[in-house]
């Protein structure tokens, strides 16, 4: 490869009308990121001296939205078409190297792909990154002449009918020396059906000043599907979707059904995990040795010990779950939740910023907020932190070896001492001593003769 520095210019300019949105086109999020954020990490792969992206309509919250300071943002106010689009990003590059053109919207492009592409640009060719399609409609067509040879692209409305019968089309992904791209964009005009400065006029240019056109092809069939609608942009997300279930498979992991998972970040996975259907995965989430996470479960910005199950429907989000633990069905755990080793959290069990002690067990119906409970805490059935005075928000304490019974209310702030029991239905608003029964005593009645009215 080529010492010469390589820039990359994105071009992201266009309206997107289809997609019928509020929201440019490249930021609609594809496997969790916006569109252009894959289209940049790609670009970022190969180490590029310079990265332009054209932004058009809508383009500020582009960049406001990716905050990516290595990127210089280039307006293109019109949209004149693809060969205008890069004129406009060549101020900020170096006038020397290669040039590699992509697409924002072309977020699956792979990076061997573009390498490739490159590699033939630093040769001193032009590289253009074509396809053999079985319904050519809407593309560009590459066209040879009688020994073979690239001769110019034809967009489809500037095509004849026999133009439109070849099924070799233009990607939109070039690369070429910066020098040359310079002169040949100089010469563009725009006397074509569309009025437009066509990149793709290139081509001919080089074609006519004898400089080698050289052609590469995508290293998949998919990976050079755009988005132009939000049916294209379902399709590339299942295709992403996919990718990532096919390479958790290769790393060992267990799918109940590669086709019904959705990583919207990045998960990592120990040694045979094993995940049931219509799990979500957003954020960074990792899972230790032997985690089974049961179906329908959302996991955002979460870390599972070793050997824990996260039962099916639970719902966790920013926390930490230590080794052995078992979780759900039914669990919720809410941002700030710590939960050491062998906790169990059991069905409509809401946790909150609070962390639970090793061999705890919080099992049914309850609500953990803003509390630290120690270890072998058994907390029983319809408790509550009442963490909320209308104003703010308080403490729960509860020490190593507590029992906690049913239906108990826990008034913060509030300490409940080591080794203590709190008997059934208490409403503890005093701190509760360290190895004593507390309760709140209610007196059972009976009414004697009482009748149950009755509808008439
Ligand atoms: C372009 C190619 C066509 C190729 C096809 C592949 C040209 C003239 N045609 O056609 O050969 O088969 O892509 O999908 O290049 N853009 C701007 N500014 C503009 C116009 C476009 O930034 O003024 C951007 C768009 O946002 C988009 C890309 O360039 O990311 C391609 O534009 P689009 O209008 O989709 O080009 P096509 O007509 O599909
Ligand atoms: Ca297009």
Request: net charge neutral.
């Amino acid at each position: 490869m080529s010492t010469e520095p390589l820039q990359v210019v994105i071009l992201a300019a266009g309206e997107g009308k289809r997609m019928r949105s509020r929201l440019p086109k490249v930021l609609h999020p594809l496997g969790g990121r916006p569109m252009l954020q894959h289209v940049l990490d790609a670009a970022r792969r190969l180490s590029p001296s310079r990265l332009a992206v054209v932004i058009g309509h809508g383009g500020e919250s582009v960049a406001a939205r990716l905050d990516a300071p290595d990127v210089a943002w280039v307006l293109q106010e019109r949209q004149l078409g693809t060969g205008h689009a890069v004129v406009q990003a060549l101020p900020k590059l170096e006038k020397r190297g290669v040039v590699l053109v992509l697409y924002g919207d072309v977020p699956r492009i792979a990076t061997g792909t573009l390498r490739s592409l490159v590699d033939a640009a630093a040769e001193n060719q032009l590289a253009i990154l074509t396809q053999e399609v079985d319904d050519p409609k809407g593309y560009g067509r590459i066209v040879r002449d009688a020994s073979g040879r690239v001769t110019r692209i034809v967009e489809e409305r500037d095509a004849t009918e026999a133009e439109r019968a070849i099924r070799e089309v233009n990607t939109g992904i070039v690369a070429a020396p910066f020098a040359k791209l310079e002169a040949w964009l100089a010469g563009l005009g725009n006397a074509n059906r569309q009025g437009e400065y066509y990149l793709t006029d290139i081509v001919a240019a080089a074609v006519a000043g004898e400089f080698p056109v050289a052609v590469r092809r995508p290293q998949s069939d998919s990976e050079c599907l755009g988005v132009n609608s939000r049916r294209e942009l379902a399709r590339l997300e299942r295709l992403l979707q996919m990718d990532r279930a096919r390479a958790l498979l290769d790393e060992g992991v267990t799918l109940a059904d590669p086709a019904r998972i959705d990583v919207r970040g990045e998960l990592s996975c120990g040694r045979d995990v094993a995940i049931d259907v219509n799990c979500i995965f957003e954020g960074k989430v990792s899972l230790g040795d032997g985690v089974k996470v049961g179906a329908n479960c959302i996991l955002r910005d979460v870390t599972v010990g070793a050997g824990t199950e996260i039962r099916p429907f639970s719902l966790l989000e920013e926390s930490s779950v230590g080794e052995n633990a078992r979780i759900g069905p039914y669990a919720r755990l809410r941002p700030g939740t710590e939960l050491a080793a062998d906790v169990h959290i059991g069905n409509f069990c809401e946790v909150k910023a609070s962390a639970i002690g090793q061999g705890s067990k919080v099992n049914h119906l309850s609500y953990i907020g803003d509390a630290s409970i120690g270890r072998d805490v058994n907390v029983g059935a319809g408790t509550i932190t009442c963490n909320f005075d209308g104003a703010a928000k308080h403490r729960t304490v509860i020490g190593d070896d507590v029992h906690i019974g049913s239906d108990v209310q826990l008034v913060a702030p509030v300490t409940i001492g080591k080794g203590a029991t709190i008997g059934a239905g208490a409403t503890i608003t005093r701190d509760a001593p360290a190895g004593e029964l507390s309760v709140t005593e209610k007196k059972q009645v009976t009414k004697p003769g009482w009748k149950r009215p009755k509808k008439k």
